[in-house]
Each structure stands twice: as structure tokens, then as C-alpha cells.
């Protein structure tokens, strides 16, 4: 082989090597592929329950059943799918967040949901909260989102994946669901500044309403009301900070709509 076949092909394996490099730093950039990479997120799934859900005193196995089930990943914009895993809110457009697993999980489990029973969800955002209300099996899931877009996106999305049985509606949640109430529970998840008395009046004998309430872009305070003789019987479950829900007297910020 004489020396410029040699150089030849050394400058062949360099381009190579550049252009090996310059394919990996690309495939670094880019969000992952939540369909290529569902064995890592699984593993994430699993990974998450057990150290942010488990951990934090969650019991109820259906919940636990669930959040190990459900693809966050698939209810999340494509730049955080390397969070979707992480115990935190993530911006879902429009001023929204899909809201924390433990807090989804922890709400869910305070609903205590039993079989044949309606629960309707004020707030679809992602359609992740509805999708794990759906995936106990045994409840029906009503769900309002007032943003249009993403009421559209996430009727979609969960009809993709599958949960073709949560009704949903876009519409105004401050009102409730009057057509199919009344209700076995209620789950709110966003935050008002008083109880919304269309949710109290629409919520069965028994029933439970489970809802964060406080000022806009401060802390709020999470509630579970039980309607015991007609009147509420309250908890107050500590400190908790959610996006503001809007509708009813309470108007959509400008600046919250891109």
C-alpha cells in the first residue's frame, strides 16, 4: 500500500470519527423519543413511585397501581420529556402545569374512590389527572377544561392512549358539569380564591371534594370537604401552590395566553 493510499485512508477514518461525534452530540440535543425509549421511562415510572410516591405515604394500592401504569412522558411537551419523571410541575402551554405525581397521586388517594361511583375533575390540563382517574377501572371520570386548545389536545391524547371512556368537556369548570351531576367526588386542579358553591351544590350526600384555595401567585391552602347532612365538613390539608383557576369571577390573565 503505498503512503498516499495510507494518508488517504487515514483522512477517510478522521472524517468518520468527526462525523461519529458531530451524529452523537446531535442525538444528546434532541428531546427523547418517548416511543423509542419507553423501556428507560417504564424504569423512571417505577423509579418514581417508589421514591416520591411510596416514600411519602401513599397506601391506597389502586392509586399506586395506576401511577405506575399511565405514561407521564405522553402527557408532557416534547422539551421536558427528560423531567416527565421528576416530582415536579411542568408547563403544558397557556399558563398551565401538569401537576406533580405525588400531588396527583396524593389527591386521587383522598377522593377514596369505590367502584360504580362519578368523580368529575375541574381543570383537564394534560389529561394526565383524568387519565389515572380512569386507569382505576372502576369509576366513571367526567373532566372541564376551559382553554380550548387544551381541552382539544388532551381529548386526543387520551383517546389515544387508550382512556376513551373519560367524558370530557370545554367549557367552564367554576360551574361545574350540571348535565351529569350529581357527583360521588369532586377533584379540582387548579386554584380558586373561595369555594365554588355550583361544585358544593352539585357534589352528592357523602360525597367528597377535594380542591386547593388561596390568592393567585401565592400559596394556597388544600381542602377536602365531605358532604355530611347537607352541610361540609372540612380539612384542612396543609400548604399547596397551584395555578389559578379561572372562569367563574375570576377572569384569564392576558399575559397567560401566548
Known amino acids: 500500500m503505498g503512503k498516499s493510499t495510507r494518508k488517504w485512508i487515514g483522512w477517510v477514518i478522521l472524517a468518520l470519527v468527526g ?6 452530540a446531535y442525538r444528546k440535543s434532541q428531546p427523547a423519543n418517548p416511543i423509542g425509549d419507553e423501556e428507560k421511562f417504564t424504569q423512571l415510572r417505577m423509579e418514581m413511585v417508589e421514591q416520591t410516591i411510596l416514600a411519602r405515604g401513599v397506601t391506597n394500592p389502586d392509586v399506586i397501581d395506576a401511577m405506575r401504569t399511565v405514561p407521564r412522558h405522553a402527557f408532557v ?5 427528560d423531567q416527565a419523571y421528576e416530582d415536579h410541575p411542568l408547563p403544558i402551554g397557556y399558563g398551565q402545569t401538569i401537576s406533580q405525581p405525588y400531588i396527583v397521586a396524593w389527591m386521587t388517594e383522598l377522593l377514596e374512590l369505590k367502584a360504580g361511583e362519578k368523580v368529575l375533575e375541574i381543570g383537564t390540563g394534560s389529561g394526565y389527572q383524568a387519565a389515572i382517574l380512569a386507569q382505576l377501572g372502576y369509576v366513571e371520570v367526567y373532566s372541564v377544561e376551559i382553554i380550548p386548545a387544551l381541552a382539544e389536545q388532551a381529548e386526543e391524547r387520551l383517546r389515544r392512549l387508550g382512556y376513551k371512556k373519560v367524558h ?6 367554576y360551574y361545574g358539569w350540571q348535565e351529569q351531576a350529581p357527583y360521588d367526588a369532586i377533584l379540582v386542579t387548579a386554584a380558586p380564591d373561595h369555594l365554588p358553591p355550583p361544585l358544593v351544590a352539585q357534589l352528592k350526600e357523602g360525597g367528597r371534594l377535594v380542591i ?3 390568592p393567585p401567585g401565592s400559596y394556597q391552602t ?3 370537604f365531605v358532604k355530611q ?10 400548604g399547596v401552590i397551584f395555578v389559578p383557576l379561572t372562569g367563574g369571577n375570576q377572569s384569564i390573565s392576558p399575559s397567560a395566553i401566548p
Do not use: R, T, V
Open 222 to 224: 388544600l381542602w377536602k
Open 19 to 24: 462525523l461519529a461525534g458531530l451524529y452523537w
Open 168 to 173: 370530557l368537556k370545554q367549557g367552564d369548570g
Open 77 to 81: 411537551s416534547p422539551e421536558y420529556l
Open 212 to 214: 386547593p384555595i388561596g
Open 229 to 238: 347532612n347537607g352541610k361540609l365538613k372540612a380539612y384542612d390539608l396543609g
